[in-house]
């Protein structure tokens, strides 16, 4: 018992003392997410609203499929992305293995179905109620998918955080594709389940605490930002 | 001698509307149909309203008319379709174009300001123009002080009125309102009745569907009776009030449940 309470003193003097080595974690954990949640949202919300607004074959198919990819497993899109990028991969020669790069890649690819597959839901929602509007204005198809995309905003922002959400905590694909190198690709999560296995508890502790923090902070900005969007009646 | 105005007025405008014409227009969903055979000509200017009993499919007749929907039979001719090009011009210098106010007014999810400044967007309206067009519009609908309100926080009356200004502003060939002021105060129906004056004067062909009796004595050049999908009496205002010409459209002015 003395042992716990000696690492959260630890920790906690870790977290106030600014800790080099600790928040240089934390910033490539919130670079490495951040950037794939732009990526994906960038991917995703266009697929969402394509899927929303075209109507060709296959098209339920898609919807289904990402729905279905929402729940991928994060080990199995770093082993899919760990193949493509090994040196004997296809993209083996960008040498991109173990770099923040490849956890980003391992990140976007986790979550863009999700994206995705939530996007489509927020806008399909919306198109049922413009859809004879946008006709009888006769707006092109472009016109109708950004017109779409900014009548979802408050549904899509909390979409990107649900995103950002799941990536910012998995453990699993970055694990696989960025090898948890110290000051390379050591991130929150792989940083915690090393060094839980290790028996090093602050250092874990002290990433928890942050960890935690971090995903309260996006729950509070969904909770209000859809407060405010039902406000104004944006919802 | 204003009527003679008027009449000029309108004939210089009137001009780019054909008369449209519908011919055994038949409209079946999921195997029902709707719309039994509709064979009638609006013209090209002046008043129409449409008249009807609750699920007549007033509505729907205002849907073909602009190509929401597509008859499943039959034909819709004239009025805007020799254009070439998208239907969608502002102002006098492009195609014609026809413009539905909904029945349930359809707002964006943006201010009032926002919704007016999207349409004209859409029309290619320089940017410098919108911001004193908009203006036009929500002084139009006497919602000068509700410019920055959400449009869906506006009262239902307000959003009519909101959607009429919306439309008018990009000046269409032909306005077809579907119960423009089912839900409105008489202050605002005298309002949006002067809108749709003010339109008329300027040539643009009128349709609309309405359940107020006075309104179509009122405001109608002619009159058009839907029951059960099927026009059953298309005459001028003066005629039909005469004569409806059946015992259906006798029994919905009267407000009485039709004997079988
Ligand atoms: N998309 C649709 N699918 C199936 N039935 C429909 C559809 N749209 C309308 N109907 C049916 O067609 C009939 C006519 O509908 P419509 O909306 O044109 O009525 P209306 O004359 O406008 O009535 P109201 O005065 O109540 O507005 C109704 O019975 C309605 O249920
Ligand atoms: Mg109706």
Same mark, same amino acid.
């Given at each position: 018992?003395?042992?716990?309470?000696?690492?959260?003193?630890?920790?906690?003097?870790?977290?106030?003392?600014?800790?080099?080595?600790?928040?240089?974690?934390?910033?490539?954990?919130?670079?490495?997410?951040?950037?794939?949640?732009?990526?994906?949202?960038?991917?995703?919300?266009?697929?969402?609203?394509?899927?929303?607004?075209?109507?060709?074959?296959?098209? =339920?198919?898609? &919807?289904?499929?990402?729905?279905?990819?929402?729940?991928?497993?994060? #080990?199995? @899109? !770093? /082993?899919?992305?760990?193949?493509?990028?090994?040196?004997?991969?296809?993209?083996?020669?960008?040498?991109?293995?173990?770099?923040?790069?490849?956890?980003?890649?391992?990140?976007?690819?986790?979550?863009?179905?999700?994206?995705?597959?939530?996007?489509?839901?927020?806008?399909?929602?919306?198109?049922?109620?413009?859809?004879?509007?946008?006709?009888?204005?006769?707006?092109?198809? =472009?016109?109708? &998918?950004?017109?779409?995309?900014?009548?979802?905003?408050?549904?899509? #922002?909390? @979409? !990107? /955080?649900?995103?950002?959400?799941?990536?910012?905590?998995?453990?699993?694909?970055?694990?696989?594709?960025?090898?948890?190198?110290?000051?390379?690709?050591?991130?929150?999560?792989?940083?915690?389940?090393?060094?839980?296995?290790?028996?090093?508890?602050?250092?874990?502790?002290?990433?928890?605490?942050?960890?935690?923090?971090?995903?309260?902070?996006?729950?509070?900005?969904?909770?209000?930002?859809?407060?405010?969007?039902?406000?104004?009646?944006?919802? | 001698?204003?009527?003679?105005?008027?009449?000029?007025?309108?004939?210089?405008?009137?001009?780019?509307?054909?008369?449209?014409?519908?011919?055994?227009?038949?409209?079946?969903?999921?195997?029902?149909?709707?719309?039994?055979?509709?064979?009638?000509?609006?013209?090209?200017?002046?008043?129409?309203?449409?008249?009807?009993?609750?699920?007549?499919?007033?509505?729907?007749?205002?849907?073909?008319?602009?190509?929401?929907?597509?008859?499943?039979?039959?034909?819709?001719?004239?009025?805007?379709?020799?254009?070439?090009?998208?239907?969608?011009?502002?102002?006098?210098?492009?195609?014609?174009?026809?413009?539905?106010?909904?029945?349930?007014?359809?707002?964006?999810?943006?201010?009032?300001?926002?919704?007016?400044?999207?349409?004209?967007?859409?029309?290619?309206?320089?940017?410098?123009?919108?911001?004193?067009?908009?203006?036009?519009?929500?002084?139009?609908?006497?919602?000068?002080?509700?410019?920055?309100?959400?449009?869906?926080?506006?009262?239902?009356?307000?959003?009519?009125?909101?959607?009429?200004?919306?439309?008018?502003?990009?000046?269409?060939?032909?306005?077809?309102?579907?119960?423009?002021?089912?839900?409105?105060?008489?202050?605002?129906?005298?309002?949006?009745?002067?809108?749709?004056?003010?339109?008329?004067?300027?040539?643009?062909?009128?349709?609309?569907?309405?359940?107020?009796?006075?309104?179509?004595?009122?405001?109608?050049?002619?009159?058009?009776?839907?029951?059960?999908?099927?026009?059953?009496?298309?005459?001028?205002?003066?005629?039909?009030?005469?004569?409806?010409?059946?015992?259906?459209?006798?029994?919905?002015?009267?407000?009485?449940?039709?004997?079988?």
């Amino acid at each position: 018992m003395g042992d716990f309470a000696q690492a959260f003193q630890i920790a906690f003097n870790l977290l106030w003392s600014m800790d080099l080595e600790l928040y240089s974690i934390v910033y490539l954990s919130l670079k490495v997410s951040i950037s794939a949640v732009l990526i994906s949202c960038a991917i995703g919300f266009v697929i969402g609203a394509a899927l929303t607004v075209f109507r060709f074959p296959g098209r =339920r198919f898609l &919807l289904i499929l990402f729905n279905a990819l929402m729940g991928l497993p994060p #080990v199995v @899109v !770093g /082993l899919m992305v760990y193949m493509v990028l090994s040196r004997a991969g296809p993209l083996g020669v960008l040498g991109l293995l173990y770099t923040p790069t490849a956890m980003i890649v391992a990140q976007t690819v986790l979550i863009t179905p999700l994206v995705a597959a939530l996007s489509a839901q927020v806008l399909q929602e919306l198109h049922l109620e413009y859809d004879e509007f946008f006709r009888s204005l006769q707006l092109s198809a =472009r016109e109708k &998918l950004m017109a779409l995309l900014w009548e979802g905003r408050f549904g899509l #922002v909390t @979409v !990107g /955080l649900a995103g950002f959400g799941r990536a910012i905590s998995e453990v699993g694909a970055v694990m696989i594709v960025g090898g948890n190198i110290n000051h390379m690709t050591r991130i929150m999560t792989t940083a915690i389940a090393l060094e839980t296995s290790k028996g090093t508890l602050a250092l874990a502790l002290a990433l928890g605490i942050i960890l935690i923090v971090i995903s309260l902070l996006v729950n509070t900005s969904v909770a209000l930002i859809r407060a405010k969007a039902r406000e104004a009646i944006y919802a | 001698m204003l009527e003679q105005t008027n009449r000029t007025v309108k004939s210089t405008f009137a001009r780019r509307c054909k008369p449209l014409q519908f011919e055994d227009v038949v409209l079946e969903i999921n195997g029902i149909t709707l719309i039994h055979q509709i064979n009638c000509t609006l013209e090209a200017s002046g008043k129409t309203v449409v008249l009807g009993p609750n699920g007549a499919g007033k509505s729907l007749f205002l849907r073909l008319m602009t190509g929401l929907m597509e008859p499943t039979n039959g034909s819709i001719t004239g009025g805007l379709e020799e254009q070439e090009g998208a239907l969608t011009s502002y102002q006098d210098n492009g195609a014609p174009c026809m413009s539905l106010v909904f029945q349930n007014p359809i707002m964006l999810r943006r201010t009032a300001y926002e919704n007016i400044a999207f349409v004209l967007r859409h029309h290619r309206v320089p940017k410098l123009e919108i911001a004193g067009k908009v203006a036009a519009a929500l002084s139009i609908a006497r919602l000068e002080t509700r410019a920055q309100v959400p449009a869906r926080r506006l009262s239902g009356g307000e959003q009519q009125r909101l959607a009429l200004a919306r439309t008018l502003i990009i000046n269409p060939h032909a306005l077809l309102l579907d119960e423009p002021t089912a839900s409105l105060d008489p202050l605002s129906t005298s309002i949006v009745e002067d809108m749709i004056e003010q339109a008329d004067g300027m040539g643009t062909k009128i349709v609309f569907v309405t359940h107020d009796i006075k309104q179509a004595k009122r405001m109608a050049d002619d009159i058009l009776f839907i029951h059960e999908g099927r026009v059953l009496a298309h005459k001028s205002k003066r005629d039909f009030f005469k004569d409806p010409g059946s015992k259906q459209a006798q029994a919905y002015l009267d407000g009485r449940v039709l004997e079988k």
